[in-house]
């Protein structure tokens, strides 16, 4: 089955005075993040990269949705510690009837509805995945540059290998909020670390986790911190 992403904005959200046209948008984008699991980890950082705007701005998107009651924000603590780990963003499932759209608009909420209803048949798993053609072309294009990061003996070898790689940097983009630029400069500063240049040998490690419960690609973004900001990460 071919992959499909939909960024699904319905009828109660799109017709919702309260929200910004930008908030509406900002919705749409998670729906699509959300595709797989239901939920995301997208930071503001990441949709602040990704509308260029400040992350004020996407502040003010996400207060807006969560008020009206479209998504819900849970925030995650490092242990015994009140500083934010992460975020968890997951879509309210609601009544396309809370608000009653224009007539002339029933027969483009039918559209929004069976898109709706295949959401589930689109999803991108660890069983559908067979081809590189189950990836989009942006996945595709990011990983020929990112694997020239790493050393040939190291590079995948095999249709299987590659379709691994492939796949973490769709879960790194999806499920972990880091977009392909992201994931390229993190990749290229730790590649130049002389330590990490020996031990960092495959992009599979990014969502390992460590000793300490933290995954590699978050340790590595702290680690790197003053060097990436330098490069506008």
Same mark, same amino acid.
């Given at each position: %089955?071919?992959?499909?992403?939909?960024?699904?904005?319905?009828?109660?959200? =799109? &017709?919702?005075?309260? /929200?910004?046209?930008?908030?509406?948008?900002? &919705?749409?984008?998670?729906?699509? /993040?959300?595709?797989?699991? !239901?939920?995301?980890?997208?930071?503001?950082?990441?949709?602040?990269?990704? &509308?260029?705007?400040?992350? =004020?701005?996407?502040? =003010?998107?996400?207060? #807006?949705?969560?008020?009206? @009651?479209?998504? $819900?924000? @849970?925030?995650?603590?490092?242990?015994?510690?009140?500083?934010?780990?992460?975020? %968890?963003?997951?879509?309210?499932?609601?009544?396309?009837?809370?608000?009653?759209?224009?007539?002339?608009?029933?027969?483009?909420?039918?559209?929004?509805?069976?898109?709706?209803?295949?959401?589930?048949?689109?999803?991108?798993?660890?069983? $559908?995945?067979?081809?590189?053609? *189950?990836?989009?072309?942006?996945?595709?294009?990011?990983?020929?540059?990112?694997?020239? /990061?790493?050393?040939?003996?190291?590079?995948?070898?095999?249709?299987?290998?590659?379709?691994?790689?492939?796949?973490?940097?769709?879960?790194?983009?999806?499920? *972990? !909020?880091?977009?392909?630029? #992201?994931?390229?400069?993190?990749?290229?500063?730790? =590649?130049?670390?002389?330590?990490?240049?020996?031990?960092?040998?495959?992009?599979?490690?990014?969502? #390992?986790?460590? @000793?300490?419960?933290?995954? &590699?690609?978050?340790?590595?973004?702290?680690?790197?911190?003053?060097?990436?900001?330098?490069?506008?990460?």
């Amino acid at each position: %089955m071919n992959k499909s992403y939909y960024a699904i904005i319905p009828a109660n959200v =799109r &017709y919702n005075d309260n /929200l910004t046209p930008n908030a509406k948008l900002l &919705y749409g984008e998670i729906t699509a /993040l959300c595709n797989e699991k !239901g939920f995301c980890w997208a930071s503001n950082a990441y949709f602040s990269q990704l &509308y260029k705007v400040d992350k =004020r701005t996407i502040t =003010r998107w996400i207060s #807006q949705l969560e008020n009206n @009651k479209h998504i $819900n924000c @849970k925030l995650i603590y490092k242990k015994d510690s009140k500083e934010v780990e992460k975020r %968890m963003i997951k879509i309210v499932p609601t009544a396309l009837n809370k608000l009653s759209p224009p007539h002339d608009k029933i027969v483009e909420d039918n559209i929004y509805s069976t898109i709706n209803n295949n959401t589930n048949n689109n999803s991108l798993t660890s069983k $559908n995945v067979k081809s590189e053609k *189950d990836f989009p072309p942006l996945i595709l294009d990011s990983y020929n540059h990112i694997v020239k /990061l790493f050393p040939k003996q190291t590079q995948p070898k095999t249709k299987t290998e590659k379709l691994k790689w492939l796949s973490e940097l769709d879960k790194l983009q999806r499920l *972990d !909020g880091y977009n392909p630029r #992201q994931i390229y400069l993190i990749c290229s500063k730790v =590649r130049n670390d002389n330590f990490w240049s020996q031990n960092f040998l495959s992009i599979t490690k990014l969502r #390992q986790k460590n @000793k300490d419960g933290v995954k &590699y690609i978050q340790s590595f973004e702290y680690r790197f911190a003053k060097d990436l900001k330098q490069l506008k990460l």
